[in-house]
């Protein structure tokens, strides 16, 4: 499992006074983007592949409240991918300064080809670090069918 500690900043807080569901997403972003940097996955090596993360959903579920003074502790664990590891699935847990499980988001992405802005499989190389990389115990293959199970998209706006 992999984990990423924070700082609850004053910018962090909604008008409640407690952490705003955004810094959860953006933490959870931040957590994602330093994994890829530290299993070999920079910027840079994303450029030279032309490719790049894109977000499907995240689901987050609150537990308790998170107020600034105290770090916070963010997880990552593969509980899915695609055999060509176009599709991928992340948990994420958050963790008070007791280590208290105060939030849980399950989130799906895939990879874009950024000339063509398609979804495209990962290059042999790239899927092998994810073959490598350590996986939930509940690790499942992901098929396109796994991607749209949460709801259909109008074809358009309806009508007043």
Not at 67 to 75: A, I, T
Request: net charge negative.
């Amino acid at each position: 499992m992999y984990i990423k500690q924070f700082e609850v900043r004053w910018s962090d807080i909604d008008a409640n006074r407690h952490l705003a569901n955004s810094a959860y997403i953006n933490f959870m972003s931040h957590t994602r983007m330093s994994y890829l940097n530290e299993i070999g996955l920079d910027q840079r090596h994303l450029v030279a592949q032309n490719i790049g993360p894109v977000v499907f959903y995240e689901h987050v579920y609150y537990f308790k409240e998170v107020f600034p003074g105290k770090p916070l502790r963010v997880s990552l664990e593969i509980t899915g991918m695609s055999d060509d590891g176009m599709y991928f699935e992340f948990a994420h847990n958050f963790y008070d300064h007791n280590g208290n499980n105060v939030a849980h988001c399950e989130m799906m992405g895939a990879w874009i080809d950024l000339q063509t802005r398609k979804l495209t499989g990962l290059p042999k190389e790239i899927l092998a670090t994810f073959d490598r990389a350590e996986r939930s115990a509940e690790f499942r293959i992901l098929t396109k069918d796994d991607t749209r199970k949460h709801g259909k998209t109008p074809k358009s706006l309806p009508s007043e």
